[in-house]
């Protein structure tokens, strides 16, 4: 995992732990679906999002939610978001 | 003088245990404003005054846990002087929450309580005694100064029942928060189950057009504005309930009261287990942005634990929707004293026959589980119709209503 890579996945456990305060971030496998993993309503996983956008100014559309089922993919998007085009 | 009582906050409790005064003798208070905070065994809430005045005594220290309706505080209502020793005997008025049963006052509105009871039994106690036939003041109290609670009285109806149950412990003050609320909501469903002869409805409503609409417009936002599918079911229940009036208030008193405002309760699971249901208030005026607001905040209130006592106290009708968690259908138990209980399952693509063709289509699965006592399953079926037919027309959900018609006038 480049360093780019862990700090994007720490930020977003921070941010999961502050939403799930039960996670421990050690348990998460971060290749199945987070919401099997996690106890994440729709509620949740909007504030997620919304904590995405606050954190790194990025904002994820409605129309992907269905793609980002594990911790990696939503480190794809994010990684492909803040990447300079 | 003023006297500020510490209110029931739902059906289960019947004592609180003052955490924090926000307030000191000498500050003025305004109607509404939250001066102290309680925890009752679900959850510390917010308790709110209902009378503009000024704080004159403090009579209740935190730490001390006391009945439902002990006086807290006195104030002195605006322009009234500090108690002349002559004035002491003058009659003094009585300030309550507005009881769940009425609108929400738009303006002061004082109701008058019975004195004190002169044996200490706490308000939902003796309610509930009346309603078994027990006479509570002849039972041996387990709450504060030895004062009769809920639990004591179900306990004494138990031993008279056959039913084989065993009778909840004296309360230990130490006793774990998740045992208590277990507690708490289990009296409570009891209690629903054995009194609410519960009849059950569901259907199955098409939720394409409400969701490519909502995708639409959640488009165009910033995401801190999105709106989530829940608060279009929100809006329609209460738009629905508006035409089946039966379905929204209180049985009370061997009888049906009607509510004129949509206060629905949110059934919100907390993360340490357990569950609170506040009010979302007048649901049926608000646009859904102001839905949306109201209900990401309220949800994150309820899981920090710190929610208005006005919002414990006064929902007509409660939604449950557990459909993030994957069941197709939830077949709710009734939370009295309300007399309805609205179900969402999950949302999902299912197969669907439209225009003669099967598609896949996404679909959400609605309950109803009402009090025979209220309405029959004739109107709960038109209610489930109503709602159907609110949702596929989403844009018609957006605008504020407030051109209720008067839940009287269609009481059978």
């Known amino acids: 995992m480049s360093e780019d890579r862990r700090a994007l996945a720490d930020a977003v456990m ?39 956008k606050q954190r790194f100014g990025v904002e994820i559309p409605e129309s992907e939610y269905a793609r980002l089922v594990s911790l990696n993919d939503l480190l794809d998007e994010l990684q492909a978001r803040l990447q300079p085009r | 003088m003023i006297r500020f009582e510490l209110p029931s906050l739902g059906a289960d409790m019947d004592e609180g245990t003052l955490l ?106 003796r309610r509930r005694a009346d309603e078994l036939g027990i006479d509570p003041d002849r039972l041996q109290g387990s709450g504060v100064h030895a004062s009769v609670t809920l639990a004591d009285v179900e306990a004494a109806a138990a031993r008279v029942a056959p039913a084989v149950s065993a009778t909840a412990p004296p309360e230990s003050g130490a006793a774990d928060r998740g045992v208590e609320m277990r507690k708490a909501i289990a009296a409570a469903m009891s209690r629903s189950k054995r009194e609410i002869p519960h009849y059950y409805l569901s259907e199955t409503i098409p939720m394409a057009r409400a969701l490519a609409w909502l995708q639409q417009r959640n488009q165009a936002l910033p995401v801190t504005e999105r709106l989530l599918p829940a608060v279009l079911m929100l809006k329609a229940v209460a738009l629905a309930l508006r035409r089946t009036p039966e379905l929204n208030g209180f049985h ?78 939830v077949f709710g ?63 018609g959900l957006d605008a504020p209503t407030p051109d209720a018609p008067a839940p009287q006038a269609s009481t059978r």
């Not at chain 1, 971060?30 to 509620?43: E, G, Y």
């Open chain 2, 252 to 329: 009370r008193e061997g009888r049906f009261q009607p509510a004129a405002a949509v206060h629905i309760g949110v059934a919100i699971s907390l993360r340490n287990g357990g569950l609170v249901a506040p009010a979302l208030h007048d649901v049926g005026d608000k646009t859904l942005a102001a839905l949306m607001r109201d209900l990401a905040d309220l949800v994150k209130r309820a899981r920090a634990g710190s929610l208005r006592s006005s919002e414990m106290s006064d929902p007509t009708v409660t939604i449950t929707n557990l459909g993030d968690q994957g069941v197709e259908a």
């Open chain 1, 14 to 52: 921070a941010l999961l732990c502050s939403i799930a305060p039960e996670v421990e971030p050690g348990t998460i496998d971060p290749a199945r679906p987070l919401r099997r993993q996690v106890d994440l309503d729709s509620m949740n996983w909007l504030d997620l999002i919304v904590g995405l």
């Open chain 2, 20 to 125: 924090e005064w926000h307030v000191k003798p000498g500050d003025a208070v305004k109607r509404g404003q939250v001066v102290a905070l309680v925890d009752t065994s679900k959850a510390a809430v917010d308790v709110e005054i209902w009378h503009d005045g000024v704080v004159a005594e403090l009579l209740v220290q935190p730490g001390e846990k006391v009945p439902v309706g002990t006086l807290l505080a006195t104030l002195l209502a605006p322009g009234e002087s500090p108690a002349a020793p002559t004035a002491k005997a003058a009659p003094m008025q009585v300030v309550a929450p507005p009881a769940p049963c009425e609108p929400r006052p738009a303006k002061e509105a004082p109701a008058a309580l019975p004195p004190a009871s002169r044996h200490a039994v706490s308000p939902a106690a």
């Open chain 2, 333 to 395: 138990v009734i939370y009295p004293p309300q007399v309805a209980l609205v179900g969402f399952g999950r949302l999902a693509e299912r197969p669907w026959v439209q225009d003669g063709a099967v598609q896949a289509l996404p679909v959400v699965c609605a309950t109803l589980a009402a009090d025979h006592r209220a309405s029959d399953g004739h109107r709960g079926a038109l209610f489930l119709a109503e709602l159907r037919e609110l949702l596929q027309q989403p844009q």
